[in-house]
């Protein structure tokens, strides 16, 4: 038996064609690119929240802790979408 396909909301329609827009998308590589720079942001992202959470303060925030934030390194992840 086939399953319905459920309408997509408005609100998702607006961001997918505001990420259209926004990353110029006009081929299947254009798309490939965007979702490996999406996906690269959020990773970093959630890296940066894992972090904080850790530690139990932000990011440039000053800590009495002695556990603290020593720099940044430039990292990669091998995914399916490529390098990130």
Do not use: C
């Amino acid at each position: 038996m086939a399953r319905r396909k459920e309408q997509m909301s408005d609100e998702k329609k607006n961001f997918i064609a505001g990420l259209i827009g926004m990353y110029d998308i006009k081929t299947a590589e254009d798309i490939h690119d965007a979702l490996k720079d999406l996906m690269g942001e959020t990773l970093e992202g959630m890296l940066k929240a894992e972090m904080s959470e850790h530690l139990g303060y932000d990011e440039y925030e000053r800590s009495e802790n002695g556990n603290s934030r020593n720099g940044t390194k430039t990292k990669k992840v091998i995914s399916k979408h490529g390098e990130i």
